[in-house]
């Protein structure tokens, strides 16, 4: 099957509105196109999954059956779901998005979308820029 190839791989995993919640945990999978057999991503741009289905060490199937091989065990991080909406509509990668929850300046906060350039291809999305 053909497949996408990641770098820079990191694990999403959306937390719920509930603490109690663990059993409905919703994950995405964001990393750098190293190599694309599908032809639907650009090499070296950023991307972020749809919902994953299955996970294994390193390879990873969406919801919607597209399959992508990490070339590194994925890191993983927590996001609300509003980050990760966020992330995904405005096309912030991950490391602005957190720097975003680290910031307590709200006038520099603001002046990030001002400033805003998409860096993220969306699954199935493709940016201009």
Do not use: H, W
């Not at 289905?53 to 590194?72: I, R, Y």
């Amino acid at each position: 099957m053909e497949r996408t190839y990641l770098d820079d791989a990191v694990l999403i995993s959306i937390l719920s509105n509930s603490n109690n919640d663990k059993g409905s945990e919703v994950t995405f999978l964001t990393g750098k196109v190293i190599n694309d057999q599908t032809n639907n991503f650009r090499v070296g741009k950023f991307l972020i999954t749809t919902e994953l289905e299955l996970c294994s060490k390193n390879v990873f199937l969406t919801k919607t059956g597209e399959l992508f091989e990490t070339s590194n065990f994925p890191s993983m991080t927590e996001m609300f779901c509003a980050e990760f909406l966020l992330m995904r509509i405005n096309s912030f990668e991950l490391e602005q998005i957190l720097a975003m929850r680290r910031c307590t300046d709200n006038a520099k906060l603001i002046s990030a979308f001002d400033n805003k350039k998409p860096t993220i291809e969306p699954l199935g999305v493709e940016l201009l820029g």
